[in-house]
C-alpha cells in the first residue's frame, strides 16, 4: 500500500508537534493571535453602556507606590487586565503601546496584572514597553469582575464605559483614535 502525503499533511503535522513542544507553544499562540488583534474593538451602544461608579480600590505600581484608582475619575481612561504568560495580552501589547505614546498626556492608561511585580517589571524590559503596571490591592467593583483576558476597557469622564473588550485586538486603530479623539473634546 502506497502512502500519499501531500505537503499541506506534512506542515500540519509539524504544526501540531511544535504546539505540542512548551519552547515553541507560547511563540505559537502569540503569532496566532496577532493575526486576532487585527481587528478594532467595537464601541458599546450608548443605551448599553454600563457605568462605573466605584474608583475606590487600590493599585500598585511595580515600584510598590500605593495608589487608588480614584485618581483616575472624572478622566479618560483605558483600563486594561492582563498577564505576562497571556498569548493574546502579549499579542495586541504593541498597538496599545502606540496608543499610550499618542496619549498619555490625556488619557490614564491603567495596565493591571495579577503576575508579581519582578515578572511584570522583566516583561516590560524585555519588551521595551513605556506604560506603568499595577498589580491590584484592593477589591474591585463587580462591574470590572474581569474573569477572561485580556480585557480592557475604554471608560469615559462620567464613569460611561464606551468599549468593553475581551480578547487580543487592535487598540492603535482608527475606530479607537477617533472614540477617544470625541471623548476628549466633549465637554462633561
Given at each position: 500500500?502506497k502512502t500519499n502525503f501531500s505537503t499541506k499533511n506534512i506542515l500540519f503535522i509539524v504544526v501540531i508537534v511544535l504546539l505540542l513542544i ?167
Amino acid at each position: 500500500m502506497k502512502t500519499n502525503f501531500s505537503t499541506k499533511n506534512i506542515l500540519f503535522i509539524v504544526v501540531i508537534v511544535l504546539l505540542l513542544i512548551p519552547q515553541t507553544r507560547h511563540p505559537i499562540q502569540v503569532w496566532l493571535n496577532k493575526g486576532l488583534a487585527l481587528f478594532s474593538p467595537a464601541v458599546v451602544d450608548e443605551n448599553k453602556q454600563a457605568v462605573l461608579t466605584d474608583y475606590k480600590w487600590a493599585l500598585q505600581t511595580k515600584s510598590g507606590q500605593i495608589v487608588s484608582f480614584e485618581q483616575s475619575q472624572g478622566k479618560v481612561v483605558l483600563l486594561n487586565f492582563w498577564a505576562t504568560w497571556c498569548a493574546p495580552c502579549i499579542a495586541e501589547m504593541p498597538s496599545l503601546q502606540l496608543l499610550y505614546e499618542d496619549y498619555k498626556d490625556q488619557v490614564d492608561f491603567v495596565f493591571v496584572s495579577s503576575d508579581p511585580p519582578e515578572k511584570i517589571k522583566a516583561f516590560i524590559k524585555k519588551e521595551g514597553y513605556t506604560f506603568e503596571t499595577y498589580t491590584i490591592k484592593s477589591q474591585l467593583p463587580d462591574l470590572l469582575d474581569v474573569t477572561n483576558i485580556p480585557r480592557t476597557f475604554l471608560i469615559d469622564q462620567s464613569g460611561h464605559i464606551i468599549i468593553d473588550k475581551t480578547g487580543a485586538a487592535n487598540w492603535n486603530s482608527e475606530t479607537v483614535r477617533t472614540t477617544i479623539d470625541a471623548l476628549l473634546d466633549r465637554k462633561v
